[in-house]
């Protein structure tokens, strides 16, 4: 893999998103947000094709590069 954090997840796959919206006033410590921890695991290769589609498809701004 070339990404350093695919390579560090493929060692640990405990992983962490976390969203944070907009602040409503001038304490950003008052923003929404939210944070999913998880599991990291690689797609299986009969599934990859299927899951691009569905990736590519939820938003116009998403490039695929070559995605694996």
Known sequence: ?????TRHLMLEPRCALIAIGEAEGPNP????????TGLASPVPPEEAESLKARYLARGPGIVAADLP
Do not use: D, G, K
Not at 1 to 5: D, F, I, T
């Open 1 to 5: 893999s070339l990404s350093e954090h």
């Open 29 to 36: 410590q008052t923003a929404p947000r939210a944070t999913l």
